[in-house]
Antibody, heavy 120, light 108 residues
Framework: EVQLVESGGGLVQPGGSLRLSCAGS????????MSWVRQAPGKGLEWVST?????????YADSVVKGRFTISRDNSKNTLYLQMNSLRADDTAVYYC????????????WGQGTLVTVSS | SSELTQDPAVSVALGQTVRITCQGD??????ASWYQQKPGQAPVFVIF???NRPSGTPDRFSASTSGNTASLTITGVQAEDEAEYYC???????????FGGGTKLTVL
């Protein structure tokens, strides 16, 4: 059974940093591109970033990230990461780790999400 | 604002058929995927393109595309289908995902 389990969310002050992790199981993470999608409270889904299966190529929603976030992966640990710096109040959201079935085809498995709250 | 446009809300009587639509220029180039999200839960992949359903999706869910509009059709709606539905696809300009704003489906 494919499972994605996020961790690392929490309360952080504006300007602070967090690193989210996503542990995959039931499949070979390295065979899939992986994405982060976020959802602000009461709002819709918003794509944040995607990384290719081998980690060579990374893509970001520039309007969201603006150089503040970095996606990475460690396929030997079956784990995906999102380093978030210079956090702002409008980054407050549930962050979902998502598997790309095939790169840019569809997003077939979603984690349960981890809540990031940016507030003083 | 979303680059894919969905009606914010749709209602349907139990057992009837409902169509949820998604519009955007990227749909002229790429197939849409649809996701179901119930309150307090993560989104769940429902269908991609016109026929690609995961094993857990009932066959009452179908999809189609015409021009810049993708549609999700639920035939014989059940009470458990009440949820928010999101469309998404690859952006036509490059390596980005885009999402619709979501449609809240109410089953009467």
């Amino acid at each position: 059974e494919v499972q994605l389990v996020e961790s690392g969310g929490g309360l952080v002050q504006p300007g602070g940093s967090l690193r989210l992790s996503c542990a995959g199981s039931g499949f070979n993470l390295g065979s899939h591109a992986m994405s982060w999608v976020r959802q602000a409270p009461g709002k819709g889904l918003e794509w944040v970033s995607t990384i290719s299966g081998n980690g060579v190529n990374t893509y970001y929603a520039d309007s969201v990230v603006k150089g503040r976030f970095t996606i990475s992966r460690d396929n030997s640990k079956n784990t995906l990461y999102l380093q978030m710096n210079s956090l702002r109040a409008d980054d407050t959201a549930v962050y979902y780790c998502v598997r790309d079935l095939l790169e840019w085809v569809t997003l077939d498995y979603w984690g349960q999400g981890t809540l990031v709250t940016v507030s003083s | 604002s979303s680059e894919l446009t969905q009606d914010p809300a749709v209602s349907v009587a139990l057992g009837q058929t409902v169509r949820i639509t998604c519009q955007g220029d990227s749909l002229r180039s790429y197939f849409a995927s649809w996701y179901q999200q119930k309150p307090g839960q993560a989104p769940v992949f429902v269908i991609f393109g016109e026929k690609n359903r995961p094993s857990g999706t009932p066959d009452r869910f179908s999809a189609s595309t015409s021009g810049n509009t993708a549609s999700l059709t639920i035939t014989g709606v059940q009470a458990e289908d009440e949820a928010e539905y999101y469309c998404n696809c690859r952006h036509s300009s490059g390596n980005h995902w885009v999402f619709g704003g979501g449609t809240k489906l109410t089953v009467l």
